[in-house]
């Protein structure tokens, strides 16, 4: 069992960062892939970025290509979304999500679906 806890979101201006922290107990969970996904206000949930379990590999959408970078650190059970030049369209939850077998690529074509674990999510909200 592995529960995620996410962290980091807020208020923010247009250009300003932020750092999203996904805080994971389990012993398993620098085994399993990690991704972030949001979801805006009368939107589906979209896929964000995602990463390998042991970090070697990253997929971004491409909305975020260049502002916004997946990291994790296995020793201390938490994957991070270091997210640059925010935009107001980047308004959402954001929410991470585990799984043992897929990859960050799937994740992207499958939106998440079949994700074995999911955190309650963190609100970004970008003024303009």
């Known amino acids: 069992q592995v529960q995620l806890v996410e962290s980091g979101g807020g208020l923010v201006q247009a250009g300003g960062s932020l750092r999203l922290s996904c805080a994971a107990s389990?012993?398993?969970?620098?085994?399993?892939?990690v991704g972030w996904f949001r979801q805006a206000p009368g939107k589906e949930r979209e896929f964000v970025a995602g990463?390998?379990?042991?970090?070697?590999?990253?997929y971004y959408a491409d909305s975020v290509k260049g502002r916004f970078t997946i990291s994790r650190d296995n020793a201390k059970n938490t994957v991070y979304l270091q997210m640059n030049s925010l935009k107001p369209e980047d308004t959402a939850v954001y929410y991470c999500?585990?799984?043992?077998?897929?990859?960050?690529?799937?994740?992207?074509?499958?939106?998440?679906?079949?994700?074995?674990?999911w955190g309650k999510g963190t609100l970004v909200t970008v003024s303009s």
């Open positions: 389990g012993r398993t969970f620098s085994s399993y892939a």
């Open positions: 990463i390998s379990w042991s970090g070697g590999s990253t």
């Open positions: 999500a585990a799984d043992p077998i897929t990859t960050a690529q799937a994740m992207a074509r499958l939106g998440g679906n079949g994700m074995d674990y």
